[in-house]
């Protein structure tokens, strides 16, 4: 499977954005997505994931409230609608899935990722 994800901009603090990552090759309707962030200088970090049903989803404390993830799985596609940007929210956000069960907050689980779309939140 391919990922492709994009959205990503420059916004000011306390704006807007959503991230979309579509899928080819292979449909993602039976995988868990997560979307995971990189800022400069530091490590990778789990943001939010969703089960293949949509029915559960999971945030990173830092995102809850203002983040929020959902899935088409009809049109393959996985998004991210970010709130309330923070100028901490600036990084590199990458999509990822995975066909297993898996503990969803944990990157080495992925087995596919995206190349990464780049946020910047100004203040």
């Known amino acids: 499977v391919q990922l492709q994800a994009c959205g990503g901009g420059l916004v000011q603090a306390g704006g807007s954005l959503r991230l979309s990552c579509a899928a080819s090759r292979r449909t993602v309707s039976s995988a868990t997505m997560g979307w995971f962030r990189q800022a400069p200088g530091k490590e990778r970090e789990f943001v939010a994931a969703?089960?293949?049903?949509?029915?559960?989803?999971y945030y990173a404390d830092s995102v809850k409230g203002r983040f929020t993830i959902s899935r088409d799985n009809a049109k393959n596609t996985v998004h991210l609608q970010m709130n309330s940007l923070k100028p901490e929210d600036t990084a590199v956000y990458y999509c990822?899935?995975?066909?297993?069960?898996?503990?969803?907050?944990?990157?080495?689980?992925?087995?596919?990722w995206g190349q990464g779309t780049e946020v910047t939140v100004s203040s």
């Open positions: 969703i089960s293949w049903s949509g029915g559960s989803t």
């Open positions: 990822a899935a995975v066909f297993r069960a898996v503990e969803a907050t944990d990157d080495r689980q992925y087995d596919y």
